[in-house]
């Protein structure tokens, strides 16, 4: 593929898409792919989803942006909707997940000074992902991400994932503590769930400290692992929420939502988007509300990941080239003993979209409205795949 006038930031595979359809993606050739992350979690209900796209093409010949010095009521009807869903009591919309967190960590700072904490910190975990701007890269557990782009933000001190001790350290040794951002499951960093106790132990520590507890759910949230938000499965409510991706099935949406004396932090003119909550976005991600409820696709998405997860481990676990499989929902990982970026090309020339993170873990984050069969062959298909590569890399001579 010609070299094109785009910065340099993506390492992109030598293909083009331009129609998508379900489980579904075709290229400029016409040529189908089966998709296994859809975007990484972004088109949860599929591609091109027909009630998605209705609601975003009648809201566009009615209205498509009007600033927020006004009230909307598309606004306001996502707001309710989602705090409803969520246990929150008030939402700001933004662009992407990034922008989410964003408003999340300015809320966790303005909480802290006005409890006169005139340096407050965020205590965020190893692993973690919470996107590229400047502070979420920050607060991103990953050197590769941050490499070249110091000085850092002040203001983070990280944690190992799923440690409550090393939290406690932290509490008796830094009083400016103000919040804890965490992931329930680590996405980026693996799929790797945090286990009740831990989740549990943060909100206790987040209560005994007067800290706020802001759980990123960007990845997880929108039904994917099996409930709305994935924390409800913890019996944990977080005080902040960030969700985006699969919010508006592919519209760019972000929320971050706020809950009790959390709400009441920021005032007017202390944060703001010019296109954050625009009526395309909240159309979008109002008709993908209705979807998750009509079809009561999280319940789906629950069986769906068992099924999967008992043909993967059924064929795969217990081989020498397996370190791991692990999930919950449609949030699934399979962990190869070394690292296998070839087996993206492999997948590809055989007509499959994988998606491969921390360089071995296979992340599998498949539409919540597929059929049996299709999780069925979806699931197939990778097994064969893994096995074919696994045959592969055994004949191969060592040099
Ligand atoms: C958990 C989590 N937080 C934040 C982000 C950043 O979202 P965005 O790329 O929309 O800025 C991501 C993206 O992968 C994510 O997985």
């Not at 960590?105 to 975990?125: D, E, N, Q, S, W």
């Not at 944060?271 to 999280?298: I, M, R």
């Not at 998405?301 to 791991?324: F, N, P, S, T, W």
């Not at 499989?325 to 499959?352: K, N, S, T, Y």
Request: hydrophobic share 40%; glycine share 10%.
């Amino acid at each position: 593929m010609a070299a094109q006038p785009l910065l340099n930031t993506y390492g992109r595979l030598p293909v083009c898409f331009e129609r998508g359809d379900g489980l579904w993606l075709y290229d400029t050739e016409g040529q189908a792919y089966l998709d296994s992350f859809m975007g990484i979690a972004v088109t949860g209900l599929g591609h091109c989803h027909p009630a998605v796209t209705s609601a975003i093409m009648q809201q566009a010949g009615k209205l498509t942006h009007c600033s927020n010095l006004f009230h909307s009521s598309l606004q306001q009807q996502l707001a309710h909707r989602v705090c409803q869903l969520t246990g929150m009591d008030g939402a700001f919309f933004a662009n992407s997940g990034a922008e989410a967190n964003e408003a999340a960590i300015k809320l966790a700072r303005h909480f802290g000074h006005k409890k006169g904490i005139h340096h407050p910190t965020i205590i965020v975990l190893e692993n973690a992902f919470h996107g590229r701007t400047l502070a979420t890269l920050t607060a991103t557990g990953s050197r590769r991400v941050q490499a070249g782009f110091e000085p850092l933000v002040s203001g983070f001190v990280r944690a190992p994932f799923n440690d409550l001790n090393s939290i406690r350290a932290i509490a008796s040794a830094n009083p400016n503590i103000v919040a804890i951002l965490a992931e329930p499951i680590l996405g980026e960093g693996g799929i790797h769930l945090a286990d009740q106790a831990y989740l549990q132990g943060l909100r206790e520590l987040c209560d005994e400290h007067d800290w706020l507890l802001m759980l990123d759910e960007i990845q997880t949230a929108n039904g994917r692992t099996g409930t709305y938000l994935a924390c409800e499965q913890y019996g944990v409510t977080p005080d902040v929420l960030t969700l985006a991706k699969g919010f508006g099935n592919g519209y760019p949406i972000g929320a971050c939502l706020a809950r009790g004396r959390a709400a009441q932090v920021l005032g007017p003119g202390s944060h703001g988007s010019t296109f954050g909550g625009n009526p395309l976005g909240c159309a979008a991600a109002l008709a993908v509300l209705d979807t998750l409820e009509q079809q009561q696709l999280p319940q789906r998405a629950a069986v769906l990941g068992e099924r999967m997860l008992a043909k993967l481990r059924d064929h795969l676990e217990g081989a020498e080239y397996i370190r791991g499989i692990r999930g919950r929902g449609l949030m699934i990982g399979i962990e190869m003993q070394a690292p296998c970026p070839e087996l993206v090309l492999l997948a590809r020339m055989q007509g499959l979209l994988l998606n491969i993170t921390m360089d071995r873990v296979i992340r599998l984050l498949p539409p919540l409205t597929m059929t049996d069969q299709e999780a069925d062959s979806l699931t197939d298909q990778v097994i064969r795949l893994i096995k074919l590569y696994a045959a592969d890399e055994r004949d191969r001579p060592r040099r």
